[in-house]
């Protein structure tokens, strides 16, 4: 699913393999290091992509799906313990994705499928305890500090 190397400690650059979903591949690779609170950047190129935005007023998800080729012009996010089951990490991802006529669509990532490289930057930040909590007034996990 993915290669990777330490950079530095904590700090690990990952290609991601072609073909895979990005955030199944992410998983993977926190779950294998153990990591369960950092950040995640990158850039890359997908075929498929569907993005989540929360209506606050109904506090439901609406989600999009794209299948067409597009350039991840930015993928940032951060890494954090998934409310109920700790030993999961819970990615909370955004992307913004170039097509072919050069607009941009983005939102919150839901999948994506790479169609040619998506390279990141995943660090762990060590030692540190992000949990999450639902909060029912808002309709969102947040940070429980």
């Known amino acids: 699913m993915y290669k990777y190397k330490e950079v530095s400690d904590g700090k690990y650059v ?12 992410l998983s993977a690779f926190c779950k294998e290091k153990d990591i369960y609170a950092g950040a995640v950047y990158g850039l890359g190129a997908i075929c498929e992509a569907t993005f ?21 012009t930015n993928l940032i996010g951060n890494i954090s313990q998934k409310p109920g089951d ?20 983005g939102g919150h990532l839901l999948s994506a499928r790479i169609n040619g490289a998506c390279e990141l930057v995943v660090e762990d930040y060590r030692d540190v305890v992000l949990e999450r909590y639902f909060d029912t007034q808002i309709g969102l996990n947040l940070y429980k500090f």
């Open 14 to 25: 990952l290609s991601l393999d072609n073909h895979v979903e990005v955030c199944e591949a």
């Open 52 to 72: 989540r935005f929360l209506d606050p007023a109904t506090k439901q998800y609406v989600d999009k799906t794209f299948s067409e080729q597009m350039e991840i």
């Open 86 to 105: 700790p030993l999961t990490p819970y990615l909370h991802i955004h992307i913004t994705a170039s097509r072919r006529d050069y607009t941009c669509i």
